[in-house]
């Protein structure tokens, strides 16, 4: 079994961890392939008793690797979503960041996620994305996002307009600082921070949740995801950024944008125990009453 691991980097108190992990690894026969750039940063720290593979872009992840470990936190775990792109692969999250309500698994609970991969007694959770369509190319190879879209002002400009459509019926007119479009998944992290709804993973929906409205009568709306939601954007400055995860660009305000459900989904595993209401009492103590 070939297995992919990914990270941004980690800290030098880290590096037990991965000597564990590698170890790990070796005791079920897996073949590890890293990431490049995180294979440099760690080779030196690293005695690698064989020789192992990597890889630098999708193109180059072996078709016979059967999951993708995401060491770091959820933006790691991010970064690993435009890496697989349409391949399937399974992504596993272990935690090495603060909140990791995506990369969930704690990494104390390593050896019992990797005795569930090996083992194959996993559950894989079907998550959707989020796919944008610009009449300029925007995001390149990988115009999509796991958790949000989104429209912003630039930082010192007033706010905006955002004409907002539906499959090309008018919605709303949003006076605000920006819009997020987020996915079910998306659903707990940007857009709840701006008070929208929490839904659940496989509500096929989308969230369109205003950011700082200058109306009091607006609020977040929930709306089937095989709607393509469209924009025409007004204000006083040039142009505006527009965003996916946490990726990012500049935009003019002239630009045609329309986002809509990606044709692929991504494969996040999840051990048995685990489910969306643990994770949502555990990482963002939902319901928590220090009477109960």
């Known amino acids: 079994m070939k297995i992919a691991i990914y990270s941004r980097g980690i ?4 590096l037990t961890d991965i000597k564990l992990l590698l170890g790990e690894l070796k005791s079920y026969g897996a073949h590890p392939v890293f990431y490049q750039d995180f294979f440099n940063k760690i080779y030196a720290s690293v005695n690698f008793e064989s020789t192992y593979s990597t890889f630098n872009e999708t193109e180059g992840l072996d078709p016979d690797v059967e999951c993708i470990i995401s060491l770091g936190g959820d933006g790691t775990m991010l970064d690993t ?16 960041g603060r909140l990791g309500f995506l990369a969930n698994i704690g990494k104390e609970d390593l050896h019992l996620a990797l005795d569930a991969l090996m083992n194959r007694k996993y559950v894989l959770d079907k998550r959707t994305l989020i796919h944008l369509d610009a009449n300029s190319p925007l995001f390149g190879e990988t115009p999509y996002a796991l958790n949000e879209f989104s429209l912003h002002k630039k930082d010192n400009s007033p706010m905006i307009k955002i004409h907002t459509y539906l499959n090309g019926e008018f919605l709303n007119t949003y006076w605000a600082d920006g819009l997020i479009v987020a996915t079910p998944t998306g659903s707990t992290g940007y857009s709840l921070s701006c008070n929208g709804p929490v839904v659940f993973p496989d509500s096929a929906s989308f969230v369109i949740t205003p950011v700082a409205p200058h109306n009091l009568n607006i609020r977040p ?8 939601v469209s924009f025409e954007i007004e204000g006083r400055t040039d142009g505006f950024l527009v965003t996916l995860d946490s990726r ?7 630009i045609q944008i ?11 595993v999840r051990l048995n125990e685990n489910n969306f209401l643990q994770t949502l009492r555990n990482k963002l103590s939902w319901g928590l009453d220090k009477r109960n």
Not at 221 to 227: K, L
């Open 11 to 14: 800290e030098n108190n880290q």
């Open 81 to 96: 979503v435009t890496l697989v792109k349409d391949s399937g692969i399974p992504i596993l999250g272990v935690n090495y």
């Open 221 to 228: 709306i929930v709306v089937p995801d095989n709607n393509i």
């Open 248 to 254: 990012r660009e500049a935009v003019p305000k002239e």
């Open 258 to 268: 329309a986002i809509k459900k990606e044709t692929f989904g991504v494969n996040l």
